[in-house]
């Protein structure tokens, strides 16, 4: 496993997501198996996921999503480049509270490896308040190196 990152610019580096699209800010705990990462930038008003002024719930499957991204930059073995990946189901998803920009304090990302193979990998994940209380989870399926139409 590579270390962890130690800043959004480190985390913006082993994912496709840049600028303020980058919405993680910390890695708090990796294993092969499960990532633990921290984001604040529900709290900004520039957010780029943000619709009429509220970051609705549902924003925190993109949210879980990096965390997988970055799961899976991390546990690459060394010299092998990470493959892009494509959400391609969402399921068993439970939305807690209506929007996380009204959520005080940190976001905590939890997301942890079900399967996959060299085609797909299947997650479970978490997003929760800094006190522990569940935002929003679900599981999600990610389909590796897909083209999309032109």
């Known amino acids: 496993m590579r270390p962890l990152p130690a800043n959004p610019a480190e985390i913006a580096?082993?994912?496709p997501h840049q600028g303020r699209m980058c919405l993680l800010e910390a890695v708090l705990e990796c294993t092969p198996g499960r990532i633990r990462c921290r984001a604040r930038s529900h709290h900004d008003p520039a957010n780029p996921l943000a619709s009429g002024g509220a970051l609705l719930s549902p924003t925190a499957i993109e949210y879980a999503a990096q965390a997988m991204a970055l799961h899976g930059a991390l546990n690459v073995r060394e010299g092998v480049i990470g493959r892009p990946g494509y959400i391609a189901s969402a399921r068993d998803?439970?939305?807690?509270?209506?929007?996380l920009d009204e959520v005080l304090g940190e976001l905590i990302v939890e997301a942890e490896?079900?399967?996959g193979n060299?085609?797909?990998v299947a997650y479970r994940?978490?997003?929760r308040d800094e006190a522990g209380q569940p935002l929003v989870e679900g599981r999600v399926t990610?389909?590796?190196?897909?083209?999309l139409p032109a």
């Open 118 to 120: 060299e085609r797909q």
């Open 113 to 115: 490896n079900l399967a």
């Open 125 to 127: 994940f978490a997003v």
């Open 13 to 15: 580096r082993l994912i």
């Open 93 to 99: 998803v439970k939305l807690h509270v209506p929007r």
């Open 142 to 147: 990610v389909v590796l190196d897909t083209a």
